[in-house]
């Protein structure tokens, strides 16, 4: 069964740097999702994607926030300059032409030091 | 009910009975809502989804109900068993011309004991 992949899993850096969070959506799914879960926390939607442009972004998604579709193949989320309040799990997440249910990823699991 | 932070309600049920989740949503405009599981450290995993036109669907052991008077989605799960204990999240989505953010509620625990 398909399956939206992440990497790393992991991922600690210091407050200041810049981090690239990695996502492979399901191949011939064209909507692409980022949305974070602060630790015990509800899912928080942060930027959709589709046809190569951000098609829609919450208030969270400040300029510190890029994604990009490098090739065909991944999906990537950058934060610039990293704040100790970006700790959380970030999911991907993708939706096919014809349907509406989005698949996550299984995450990745950011801590600002 | 809901709640946010580290306190999510809970629901205990024993292996064998049937256990209902619900979700009050709060934008009248959402036209597609889904149900999805989480495990610990885990991604959410889509259980079952609805459209506005319907007020029930069922899936294998699993049956939602909307109730768009007043705002409120059900989760059934039928001869719940160990492996559904999980924090489920009901989720809405305003219509938006196809790119269908989720708006997730703060989840319910579910705890099934043997």
């Known amino acids: 069964e398909p399956e939206v992949t992440q990497t790393p899993s992991h991922q600690v850096t210091q407050m200041g740097q810049e981090v690239i969070l990695r996502c492979v959506p399901i191949s011939n799914h064209l909507y692409f999702y980022w949305y974070r879960q602060i630790l015990g926390q509800k899912v928080e939607f942060l930027v959709s994607f589709y046809n190569n442009e951000i098609s829609e972004k919450s208030e969270i998604f400040d300029d510190q926030f890029s994604v990009e579709r490098p090739d065909g193949s991944n999906f990537t989320l950058k934060i610039r300059s990293t704040k100790l309040e970006d700790s959380a799990m970030y999911f991907c997440?993708?939706?096919?032409?014809?349907?509406?249910?989005?698949?996550f990823g299984p995450g990745t699991r950011l801590l600002v030091l | 009910g809901e709640s946010v932070g580290l306190h999510l309600p809970t629901l205990s049920v024993q292996e064998g009975d049937n256990s209902i989740i619900n979700c009050a949503y709060s934008?009248?405009?959402?036209?597609?809502f889904i149900w999805y599981k989480q495990e610990s450290g885990k991604g959410p995993q889509f259980i079952i989804d609805?459209?506005?036109?319907?007020d029930k669907r069922q899936g294998q052991r699993v049956t939602v109900l909307l109730n768009k008077t007043v705002k409120h989605l059900s989760l059934q799960i039928a001869a719940t068993q160990p492996g559904d204990s999980a924090v489920y999240f009901c989720?809405?989505?305003?219509?938006?011309?196809?790119?269908?953010?989720?708006?997730f509620g703060a989840g319910t625990r579910l705890a099934v004991h043997p």
């Open positions: 609805i459209r506005s036109n319907m």
């Open positions: 934008n009248s405009a959402s036209d597609y």
């Open positions: 989720a809405e989505s305003p219509f938006s011309g196809g790119y269908n953010k989720l708006i």
């Open positions: 997440a993708s939706k096919g032409q014809a349907e509406e249910t989005q698949y």
